[in-house]
Nanobody, 117 residues
Framework: QLVEAGGGLVQPGGSLRLSCVAS????????IGWFRQAPGKRREGVLC????????NYLDAVKGRFTISRDNAKNTVYLQMNSLEPEDTAVYSC????????????WGRGTQVTVSS
């Protein structure tokens, strides 16, 4: 099971850090990806971290603003989001799988991020 936290309401230009905690397995053994889905839109990949520390950026719109990191000791993967824009408003969820092309073995329920003034 994966549980996301850290969402909320933030003004444009602000920052949030989301966390994805695994409870039944070790994140060390899985690629972990962050995804988002805005109302009326399809889910899209954001960033993924592989088991060896590699980073896959699925979405050009977040380059230079979002970063992903993992703390294996805490069994947690983070998504640091800076310079947030209203277009970043979405439900953010994390998934786990054998590699960043297949992060669908485990899913969390998501956390809402709203960027608005």
């Amino acid at each position: 099971q994966l549980v996301e936290a850290g969402g909320g309401l933030v003004q444009p230009g602000g920052s949030l850090r989301l966390s994805c905690v695994a409870s039944d397995f070790s994140v060390r053994q899985y690629a972990i990806g962050w995804f988002r889905q805005a109302p009326g839109k399809r889910r899209e990949g954001v960033l993924c971290t592989g088991t060896g520390g590699s980073i896959t950026n699925y979405l050009d719109a977040v380059k230079g603003r979002f970063t992903i990191s993992r703390d294996n000791a805490k069994n947690t993967v983070y998504l640091q989001m800076n310079s947030l824009e209203p277009e970043d408003t979405a439900v953010y969820s994390c998934g786990a799988g054998p590699d960043c092309g297949k992060v669908h073995k485990y899913w969390g329920r998501g956390t809402q991020v709203t960027v608005s003034s």
